[in-house]
Nanobody, 123 residues
Framework: EVQLVESGGGLVQAGGSLRLSCEVS????????IVWFREAPGKERLGVSC????????YYADSVKGRFTISSDNAKNTVYLQMNSLKPEDTAAYHC????????????????WGQGTQVTVSS
């Protein structure tokens, strides 16, 4: 059974930090890129960041560049999203998903995805 399980969300004040984790099981970790995307009421889904260990590539949406950092720990089959300098507009449900590649053509083509973790940033 394929599972992607997110954790680490919560309530934080603007300017604060959170680290999200995505634990992956049931698939070969190196066969997929892992993307973090977020959903908020009234807003379009956004591919926030992506990491592909097969070629070392990463992707960041413009709105999070310089604030968010994605990393992976192959030994733990876990991908992390370090989020610093959080803003109220970062408030959303954050999901991780397995995709073919971090190329923008594939960022929204999810093979598997998790239930998400809520991030709320207060002003």
């Amino acid at each position: 059974e394929v599972q992607l399980v997110e954790s680490g969300g919560g309530l934080v004040q603007a300017g604060g930090s959170l680290r999200l984790s995505c634990e992956v099981s049931g698939i070969t970790f190196d066969d997929y890129a892992i993307v973090w995307f977020r959903e908020a009421p009234g807003k379009e889904r956004l591919g926030v960041s992506c990491v592909d260990d097969s070629d070392g590539s990463t992707y960041y949406a413009d709105s999070v560049k310089g604030r968010f950092t994605i990393s992976s720990d192959n030994a733990k089959n876990t991908v992390y999203l370090q989020m610093n300098s959080l803003k109220p507009e970062d408030t959303a449900a954050y999901h991780c998903a397995a995709v073919f590649s971090c190329h923008t053509d594939y960022l929204y083509e999810y093979d598997y995805w998790g239930q998400g973790t809520q991030v709320t940033v207060s002003s």
